[in-house]
C-alpha cells in the first residue's frame, strides 16, 4: 500500500544587529524603507529562529504556532503577505514550469516556529521569525530562489528580516522602485572574510519595549527634521565607508561609524514628536565605561577595542575583535554585576554567523 507523500522542512535563521540602522519607511505596506542599512548575522548556535513548514490537501486553514503557542493569521497582515507570496513563487517558478510538479500552492500550511533564546530577553526575534519562516518555505516549496529573492519576501514580514537571509555582513539596498523589487539584501562578506569579529549581548533589561519599532519609526517619518538630513547626508557615505572598512578588516573605522550611527539613530528617536526614548541609564552607563575603555586604549596607540550598539530597547550590544572580547566581557561585568537590579546579563559571546540552514 503506497501512503500520501508528506511534503514538510524545517529550516532556521539567526538574528542580525545593525551596525548602520533602519529607521523609517517610504511604504509601510511593502516595507520600503527610507535608507540602506548594515547588520552582522550572528552566530546560528545561540539566538535563532527554527520553524517546520508542512503542505497538505487536509489542512483546512493557513495556521502558525509560535513557542507552542497558535498565533491567529489574520486578513491583511504581514505573516499573511508572506506566505500568499511564498506560494506565488512556488506556482510561478515551479508548478508552472513543470506540469508534473505537486501543486503545493493550492494547499493550507501548517507553520511552527521555536525561538531557542528566551523571549524574555527582549531581543528582536521578528528578524530571526521571518526570515526562517521563508527560508522553510522556499525549501518546502523547492523553490530555486537565491537568499536576495528571497529577501524580497521575508522584507515584508519585518524589514530587518530580510537581512538575516545571509550570514556574516549583510546590506539591505533601500532601491527605488516603487514596486520593492531592488529592496533586498545583500552579502557585504561572508563570516568567513573576518571570523575574528565577536558580538557582546548585554541584556539591561528584558522587559517588552514601550513603543515598537514599526509605530516608533513611523512616528520619526513623520515629525523628524533630523532623519531627513540622517537619510540625504548622512548613511550613503556611512553605508560606503562601513563596507570598505569590513573589507579591509579595519576595526578602529567599523567602531567610529557603527557608535557614530547608534548615536544618530538614538538623536532622531529623541527628536521626534513626541520623543522617543530606548536608552535608559544603565544603557547610557555602559556607553560612558565603552568610551573611556577606547580612549585609554587609543592613548596607548592600540586602537579601538569595542564598539556598542542599540537597537529599539535598552540592551547593548558591543562588537570586539576576539583577542579583546572576554576583557570587554569582564569590564562589563564587573561595573555591572549580574543582580537583580536592572543589569540581568550578559547573554553571550557569539561570532558572525553561518549561512541559513535548511533541511527537508
Ligand atoms: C532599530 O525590522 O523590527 O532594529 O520593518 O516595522 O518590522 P519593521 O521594523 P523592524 O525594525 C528594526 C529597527 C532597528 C534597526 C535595524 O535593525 O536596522
Given amino acids: 500500500m503506497s501512503s500520501a507523500p508528506i511534503y514538510e522542512a524545517t ?57 507552542g503557542k497558535e498565533d491567529q493569521i489574520t486578513a491583511g497582515s504581514r505573516l499573511e503577505t508572506c506566505i500568499k507570496e511564498m506560494k506565488r513563487l512556488r506556482k510561478e517558478t515551479v508548478e508552472d514550469v513543470d506540469a508534473s510538479a505537486p501543486k503545493l500552492s493550492t494547499y493550507k500550511v501548517h507553520i511552527a516556529s521555536y525561538n531557542n533564546f528566551p523571549t524574555a530577553a527582549g531581543l528582536a526575534s521578528s528578524a530571526s521569525g521571518f526570515a526562517a519562516l521563508v527560508a522553510s518555505l522556499a525549501h518546502l516549496y523547492a523553490l530555486p530562489a537565491s537568499p536576495s529573492t528571497l529577501s524580497l519576501i521575508a522584507r515584508q514580514g519585518s ?17 527605488s522602485d516603487p514596486s520593492g523589487s531592488d529592496s533586498l539584501a545583500v552579502e557585504v562578506a561572508p563570516q568567513s572574510h573576518w571570523p575574528q569579529m565577536h558580538a557582546l549581548i548585554c ?36 553605508m560606503a565607508d562601513i563596507s570598505t572598512a569590513i573589507l579591509a578588516r579595519d576595526f578602529d573605522a567599523f567602531a567610529r561609524i557603527t557608535m557614530a550611527d547608534s548615536n544618530q539613530f538614538h538623536a532622531v528617536a529623541l527628536d521626534t514628536e513626541p520623543p522617543i526614548f530606548y536608552m535608559n541609564d544603565v544603557s547610557r552607563a555602559i556607553i560612558a565605561l565603552v568610551v573611556e575603555y577606547n580612549r585609554i586604549s587609543l592613548a596607548q596607540g592600540k586602537g579601538y577595542k ?19 572580547v572576554r576583557e570587554v566581557a569582564q569590564l562589563i561585568l564587573s561595573y555591572f554585576p549580574q543582580t537583580p537590579g536592572e543589569f540581568k546579563d550578559v547573554l553571550g559571546i557569539f561570532s558572525g554567523a553561518a549561512d541559513v540552514n535548511a533541511e527537508a
Fill in 203 to 238: 541584556v539591561v533589561n528584558d522587559a517588552k519595549k514601550g513603543t515598537s519599532s514599526t509605530s516608533g519609526m513611523q512616528r520619526t517619518v513623520e515629525t523628524s527634521p533630523l532623519l531627513q538630513h540622517r537619510i540625504a547626508h548622512v548613511v550613503p557615505a556611512r
Fill in 159 to 175: 524589514g530587518s528580516a530580510c537581512r538575516s537571509l545571509f550570514g556574516g555582513f549583510v546590506a539591505w539596498q533601500m532601491g
Fill in 11 to 67: 529550516a532556521s535563521a539567526p538574528v542580525n544587529i545593525a551596525v548602520i540602522k533602519y529607521w523609517g519607511k517610504r511604504d509601510t505596506k511593502l516595507i520600503l524603507p527610507t535608507n540602506s542599512s548594515l547588520s552582522v548575522t550572528l552566530d546560528q548556535d545561540h539566538l535563532r529562529s527554527t520553524t517546520t513548514s508542512r503542505a497538505d490537501p487536509s489542512f483546512e486553514a493557513d495556521r502558525l504556532w509560535l513557542n
Fill in 306 to 324: 569595542a564598539a556598542y550598539t542599540y537597537d529599539a530597547g535598552p540592551n547593548a550590544v558591543i562588537y570586539a575583535l576576539e583577542e579583546n
